[in-house]
């Protein structure tokens, strides 16, 4: 059973108790690490499903799959490969993405995951927690705490190169991101674990705003996106600033920034025609559909641009292809 669907099933019953026997009726599916004060929790560990990370491969899969996003790629190409290759980090890596919706943000997670485990983003290592949908209850958030901090800790002790994705982050609740601070800290051990090798990724929808006004005063002076970088305008601090002043955003009020464990906020910029277009073709292939250039162009345009006048950029980015393509086949 995936992890993800276990995790799943963990939190759709609120009335289990961690001390009640939940546990114990999944007794025979977790590995038999244990530890100080926690009952372990985790699946038998797969280590054979670690591949060699090759960072050659995974500049190689970035650069063929990932549309648009110049910055991003550059900065996960270099710092995923630097963090994987280090045989004694001092910390685990922690990401935030953000940026518009269906722009890869999500999408590149899947990259990541398939040139770390054989069995990418399926691997019984990689758990990803959608926070709109896992984390909906807030009479619930000292139960869920408890929960998530046993998770993380539970499989970080049986398989240390492990990876937690936090979707929509900006819609959790600040008491459970401050739930996973502590294990985001510099050469910190909890109950004897080490989480240096594990990977954090937080994705999010917020500072989309800034993001897509640099894009677009870019596009006004006549500049090519590409010259768009971290330093532009101070993007990356202007990202982590923007952040600290909203009411809003989960983040601003947990211990998270506070303690500068966020190694690195990237940007993912909107998606252009040409990007859509990409989008579309790589589709056709996913489905093993004839390659039709004049039914991409067709799908991609039929998508909803803004502004509204100079129609530059895609509303909703790759998100619909799929179903765009069929209605158009």
Same mark, same amino acid.
């Given at each position: ?26 007794? !025979?599916? /977790?590995?038999?690490?244990? %530890?100080?004060?926690? +009952? ?5 560990? =797969?280590?054979? &499903? ?106 970080? !002790?049986? /398989?240390?190169?492990?990876? %937690?994705?936090?979707? +929509? ?5 600040? =008491?459970?991101? &401050? ?151």
């Amino acid at each position: 059973m995936n992890s993800g669907n276990l995790f799943l099933l963990f939190f759709l019953l609120p009335c289990v108790t961690v001390e009640a026997g939940f546990f114990d009726f999944f007794e !025979s599916l /977790f590995c038999s690490c244990h %530890f100080d004060g926690f +009952k372990d929790i985790t699946i038998i560990s =797969e280590k054979d &499903d670690l591949r060699h990370f090759d960072s050659k491969e995974l500049k190689k899969d970035l650069r063929k799959f990932l549309y648009g996003q110049h910055i991003a790629k550059k900065t996960i190409q270099n710092v995923v490969s630097s963090f994987m290759e280090d045989s004694n980090p001092n910390k685990p890596l922690v990401l935030s993405f953000h940026g518009p919706p269906g722009v890869g943000k999500s999408y590149v997670t899947n990259i990541i995951a398939r040139n770390i485990y054989k069995n990418g983003k399926k691997s019984k290592h990689v758990h990803t927690f959608k926070a709109d949908y896992l984390f909906q209850h807030k009479e619930m958030t000292r139960t869920y705490q408890t929960q998530l901090r046993e998770w993380i800790h539970g499989n970080v !002790s049986c /398989f240390p190169r492990s990876m %937690f994705i936090f979707d +929509k982050v900006d819609q959790m609740n600040p =008491e459970l991101i &401050d739930a996973i601070t502590p294990f985001l800290e510099y050469n910190h051990q909890l109950d004897g674990v080490s989480f240096n090798n594990a990977i954090f990724i937080f994705i999010s929808n917020s500072e989309k705003d800034a993001i897509i006004n640099l894009t677009l005063d870019f596009w006004k002076e006549g500049r090519d996106r590409e010259e768009i970088q971290m330093t532009s305008s101070g993007l990356e601090t202007q990202i982590s600033q923007n952040i600290y002043n909203d009411k809003n955003d989960g983040f601003q009020h947990s211990s998270l920034l506070d303690h500068h464990l966020i190694d690195y906020f990237i940007p993912f910029l909107p998606l252009e025609l040409k990007h859509v277009r990409q989008c579309v073709l790589s589709e056709m292939a996913h489905l093993k559909m004839n390659a039709d250039k004049d039914l991409a162009d067709k799908v991609a345009r039929d998508m909803p641009f803004f502004p509204p006048e100079e129609k530059i950029f895609a509303v909703k980015g790759c998100k619909s292809v799929r179903q765009k393509l069929y209605a158009n086949d």
